[in-house]
């Protein structure tokens, strides 16, 4: 489950686009130690339903979520379609919304973008089986969510960087870029390389370290003679089964991917004749990674 669905690439877009549109809401240079217990309260009051005695949280608070609402409230976040084709429900669009009213404008862009189901495009994946040196240098260096928000954006200035070099060198010799994949126009590439001096349009997706969990079970041996007697925990057993994989999952299925706006995937199949490398190939990203997580 954790390989097909929940690490899935798209939901780990999707995930670290949400994640992205949050941090915006508590930025550092958006908060102090007295604002910290403002966020949270904020937080509380819309997740956790007041107490009944409260009037006036009674009429907020998180039984909303679940009332039928009108629709027209998700234009508040910059609907472009009718908002049941997203496949958002409703409890789902007034979470966003309550984001989106707090979040500065780059999280509100990326919230926009999950409602318009416009998901951010894996372009780089590394897991430990791949390249363990890189792998645990990246993890050891995240160690929390601001990290993660200043590893993305230092990640990004180094694409924005080395495309734009290369750009001004195909420009300064007169070579025209091809550009294979269907419905891509001349000025992709241009419109690539402006989204990339976006914050934001670069965003790198860490599987967090589970932690350790023991499953237990009633010994089939056990259950045709016993099965009445089911709440005698003794007679449980540990699965170890379940003890090798959760020790194991982080290494074996959390690989490390690298998502961008839709509009920069153009530049993994730009190049400037049909036998030179792409702009946004793995090895032009992994040197690019190595440069902002150095040995």
Not at 261 to 290: C, F, K, W, Y
């Amino acid at each position: 489950m954790f390989r097909a669905v929940y690490w899935h690439h798209a939901v780990r877009a999707a995930k670290a686009m949400l994640q992205r549109a949050t941090l915006e809401w508590i930025a550092p240079e958006r908060r102090d130690a007295r604002q910290n217990d403002r966020l949270k309260r904020e937080l509380h009051h819309f997740a956790l339903q007041a107490s009944a005695l409260d009037k006036k949280a009674a009429t907020e608070g998180q039984h909303r979520l679940f009332e039928p609402v009108s629709l027209t409230t998700a234009r508040m976040i910059g609907f472009r379609m009718q908002p049941q084709w997203t496949g958002l429900d409703q409890a789902d669009v007034m979470a966003l919304e309550w984001i989106y009213q707090r979040t500065t404008d780059v999280g509100k862009l990326l919230i926009e973008a999950v409602i318009r189901r416009e998901l951010f495009k894996r372009v780089f994946v590394i897991s430990a089986a791949q390249d363990r040196s890189l792998w645990d240098r990246i993890q050891r260096d995240i160690t929390d969510h601001d990290r993660l928000r200043d590893r993305s954006e230092a990640l990004r200035q180094a694409i924005k960087r080395r495309v734009d070099k290369q750009l001004e060198e195909a420009s300064a010799g007169g070579k025209r870029f091809f550009i294979s994949g269907v419905g891509e126009d001349i000025n992709s590439i241009t419109r690539a390389s402006n989204v990339l001096g976006g914050k934001g349009m670069v965003l790198l997706d860490l599987p967090t370290r589970r932690q350790a969990e023991t499953l237990r079970f009633y010994p089939e041996d056990l259950h045709r003679g016993q099965r009445e007697e089911f709440d005698a925990p003794a007679l449980l057993a540990v699965s170890e089964l379940w003890k090798l994989l959760s020790d194991n999952l982080h290494e074996t299925a959390g690989s490390i991917r690298v998502f961008v706006h839709p509009d920069i995937d153009v530049l993994r199949s730009s190049r400037t004749d049909p036998t030179a490398r792409p702009l946004l190939d793995s090895q032009a990203l992994e040197e690019d990674l190595r440069t902002v997580f150095p040995e």
